[in-house]
């Protein structure tokens, strides 16, 4: 058993309370993502659970042991900081070596283990050279083996690819998922990258003001959020204010601002007509103005070429901006014309989140 579980973490600096009542669990072999805002609390949060912040108030348990004045050495954590913090004077293998001369295990030992932890990530063959002689990936898997390489319980990574550049990140989310399913070890990522959440962890919790506001798995959070706080925080959205004008069984007639009615056969909030519905750009369908009976009328602003994407930001009636994602085969067949030119735009009910104002 090597969970984590943290109930009511609550803590204060000068006064001022960054974790508010903060409760978490996360399973054996399960990787988290802690996603929020800078300022949010999620590396304070990181800090309790590897011990170099104590709470003022809740508890912290790891593999089912309670941490409460269990210095950081002795909890058996593995930590991957956002710049690594490779000792510049030693070797790569010195460095991996470090955490297990700290526990005094024996020289043979330690020479295998850090072997081995270098072959994990494919570096075997830079045990004599220093940090300054890698780069930028190489350092980043050099951390991540010291941190292993004492075999921990839990593994926690702030902002671990946050020094990387693009391509070299993208190829590490492959990796590092790849290696932290293979080795089952539980383990808690800090970012405000919402890329970087959804691609690695098994669930996000997302933070605001020092709580979590939501959890749940990267598809069930990004697809159908709970709150529009969390559906804005979480990759492109498109917000409209609206009015239900009707209600039945199944729904409901809406009016938007925007000036057109739809019928959304899903639940509507209860206790007040005035709503919120938000939508992604990828899910709205683009039509020529002429044959755009029923859909949303709006102005052209920019195309923004993205490579597999364009971005088509226009302009509604009522001044709100909107965004649509589609494909520059699919820009091209439409002729959208020049900037200031009209167009349609149709919002599929299926991908219509509904929130109360």
Not at 153 to 168: C, F, H, Q, S, T
Not at 299 to 309: A, F, N, Q, R
Not at 328 to 335: D, F, G, I
């Amino acid at each position: 058993m090597a969970g984590l579980e943290l109930q009511n973490v609550r803590v204060w600096f000068g006064g001022q309370e960054i974790l508010k009542g903060v409760d978490l669990s996360v399973a054996e072999g399960e990787c988290l993502a802690l996603l929020g805002p800078s300022g949010c609390g999620k590396t304070t949060t990181l800090r309790v659970i590897a011990g170099f912040t104590q709470p003022q108030q809740g508890s912290v348990q790891i593999a089912g042991q309670a941490m409460h004045g269990t210095p950081p050495y002795k909890r058996n954590v593995g930590l991957v900081f956002q710049d690594y913090a490779l000792f510049p004077h030693m070797t790569i293998a010195e460095n991996v070596a470090y955490g297990l001369q700290m526990r005094r295990l024996p020289k043979p030992e330690i020479t295998k283990r850090v072997a081995d932890a270098l072959a994990m990530v494919q570096l075997g063959h830079v045990g004599e050279r220093f940090p300054a002689n890698l780069s930028g990936g190489q350092r980043q898997r050099v951390a991540l083996a010291r941190a292993l390489v004492i075999q921990p319980d839990i593994l926690l990574l702030d902002e671990p690819l946050g020094a990387l550049d693009r391509k070299l990140r993208d190829q590490m989310q492959v990796e590092l998922k790849q290696l932290q399913r293979r080795l089952g070890i539980t383990t808690i990522i800090v970012t405000h990258d919402q890329e970087e959440a959804l691609s690695l962890a098994d669930r996000v919790a997302v933070m605001f003001n020092g709580s979590i506001r939501e959890i749940g798995a990267p598809a069930q959070l990004y697809e159908t959020p709970g709150s529009r706080e969390v559906m804005e925080f979480l990759g492109s959205s498109n917000i409209l204010p609206g009015r239900v004008t009707a209600r039945d069984g199944r729904g409901g007639q809406v009016e938007l601002a925007a000036g057109i009615r739809l019928h959304l056969p899903l639940p509507l909030p209860a206790g007040s007509d005035a709503i919120i519905l938000g939508i992604r750009p990828e899910h709205v369908e683009l039509a020529p103005h002429s044959q755009a009976d029923g859909a949303l009328a709006a102005e052209l602003v920019e195309c923004v070429y993205k490579g597999s994407l364009v971005e088509v930001h226009t302009r509604l009636s009522d001044g709100g901006a909107f965004q649509i994602n589609a494909s520059a085969a699919q820009v091209a067949q439409l002729q959208l014309g020049q900037r200031g030119a009209m167009i349609g735009i149709r919002l599929p009910a299926q991908h219509i989140q509904v929130f109360a104002a």
